[in-house]
């Protein structure tokens, strides 16, 4: 049903604690106001977490927090009051909620100390207090507040979330997640997920005008994630042996996700550190975060790879291409797929270069059915040629194809052997000629992204 305001009202499943939460509720609001007058709200620094200030700013400040006098602070401000003991009786009598307060609560791996008067002050009289802005009794801001408690409080799974932020990567406005195998989802990360990263140093952040404020970039905003349920316990249940979660569990399904990325989008998407914490959604069982503390690695942001609706089908299908076992067991496949997405993190184009000719090589040299005559690069230009003619998305004819990338494999040794790559003469796959080797480099990696597609392709039972 529907209640004051179009809020919608979950039914009291214990109706005395409704009951008598609502009795204290009144007098604690009565005596503020009796003796502080009116709330008083105003900006407060946050030393557990950064709050979005805009697209890509992040504060660590609360805006608009109740300014709670000194007395409601402590922690056991409610005893003060004669309610309070009824509704100490409440819990005390029923079986579920007596294990769920004054006591270590939460899941096996992660119990936190849950005090009843805190609990109340924080998600019951806080709440009221900010949505009337003012010390009085509010039903509809009460049942609301009493509602998520009391589901908080009975609740018997906790949502974990794992999350793996991608840097140098963001999603056009047609997409909203991506859907992948093994439950996973590609999606934007929520504002409590971007503070957990920036803490954890898993995406970049940089201090803009003082140590209150951080800028994230837009293109370090997405995450692969994955959810899972756990028991909620408290310390009168909890196992004699708790278990660890799974975690970390999304280290190679994020490399494999970055492969497909790059495969489709190209740019230079890296995956990040994993992090742990628990659904934004739920009633808090795990605060903050856990990561693994893993190296980073490099990403440019000059280049950064975008995802639109028109490619969410293909990253979907090399995705699950790239877990078939033939895939898999395929070494030099293997080899060539990781030096393109080294490739695609290098910021010096001849550095790009060399990893993607060493690609090349892998890829081309041995394909079956070419001659075994000839230089090197003759033989990986006729390779590229051989599996790339007629391909729809390059439309680039065989001799454009071959001379490309017999350049590219000129240049890498050029780059190898200590002589300077833009003393040749340069030019792009359509034939145009160009002054910068990056704008080479952009081609040969488009021709080696269209290869290893039609490869794993080839390859998958």
């Not at 007395?71 to 100490?88: N, T």
């Not at 230009?381 to 998305?393: E, H, I, N, S």
Request: include cysteine.
């Amino acid at each position: 049903m529907l209640a004051g305001g179009g809020l919608v009202s979950r039914e009291v499943l214990r109706p005395r604690l409704h009951a008598a939460v609502a009795r204290l509720m009144r007098t604690v609001l009565n005596d503020l106001a009796a003796e502080d007058g009116a709330p008083a709200f105003a900006a407060a620094p946050d030393f557990g977490g950064w709050h979005r200030h805009g697209q890509e700013s992040f504060v660590a400040i609360r805006r608009d927090a109740w300014q709670m006098p000194a007395r409601v602070s402590f922690y056991r401000f409610l005893d003060a009051f004669e309610e309070m003991g009824a509704v100490r009786a409440v819990v005390e009598a029923d079986e579920v909620l007596r294990e769920r307060v004054d006591c270590g609560v939460g899941v096996e791996f992660a119990l936190t100390p849950r005090q009843l008067g805190w609990t109340l002050v924080q998600h019951v009289l806080e709440p009221m207090v900010r949505a009337a802005r003012d010390y009085v009794f509010d039903q509809v801001a009460f049942d609301a507040a009493y509602g998520r408690l009391e589901e908080g409080l009975l609740a018997t799974k906790a949502r974990g979330v794992e999350v793996v932020p991608l840097m140098a990567f963001t999603a056009t406005s047609g997409v909203e997640e991506v859907d992948l195998p093994g439950n996973l989802v590609l999606r934007a990360m929520s504002d409590r997920q971007v503070s957990a990263a920036i803490g954890y140093l898993a995406v970049p952040a940089v201090f803009a005008g003082g140590p209150n404020s951080v800028t994230v970039s837009r293109f370090h905003q997405w995450a692969l994630t994955r959810c899972t349920s756990y028991p909620v316990y408290s310390s009168a249940d909890v196992p004699a042996q708790p278990r660890p979660p799974v975690f970390p569990s999304l280290v190679d399904p994020a490399s494999q996700l970055v492969t497909a990325l790059r495969l489709v989008c190209g740019g230079s998407v890296v995956a990040s550190r994993a992090m742990l914490m628990q659904h934004d959604d739920d009633f808090c069982l795990i605060p903050g975060a856990s990561a693994t503390l893993s190296a980073l690695p490099a990403a440019d942001e000059n280049r950064p790879t975008i995802l639109d609706a028109e490619h969410v089908e293909a990253v979907r299908e090399i995705y699950g291409l790239l877990l078939d076992p033939a895939v898999l067991g395929n070494r030099g496949l293997q080899t060539a797929l990781r030096r393109l997405v080294l490739a695609g993190a290098d910021r010096a184009p001849t550095d790009r270069l060399i990893d993607l000719m060493i690609a090349a090589e892998v890829l081309f040299i041995k394909l079956p059915g070419l001659s075994t005559r000839g230089s090197k690069w003759d033989k990986v230009a006729a390779g590229a040629v051989r599996l790339l003619t007629g391909d729809p998305v390059l439309q680039a004819s065989p001799e454009r194809i071959g001379e490309l990338v017999r350049l590219g494999y000129q240049l890498r040794d050029d780059e190898m052997h200590g002589d300077d790559p833009h003393e040749r003469e340069l030019y792009v796959l359509s034939g145009q000629p160009t002054a910068t080797l990056s704008a080479v480099v952009d081609d040969i990696e488009r021709v080696m992204r269209r290869a290893l597609v039609r490869v794993l392709a080839a390859t998958a039972v």
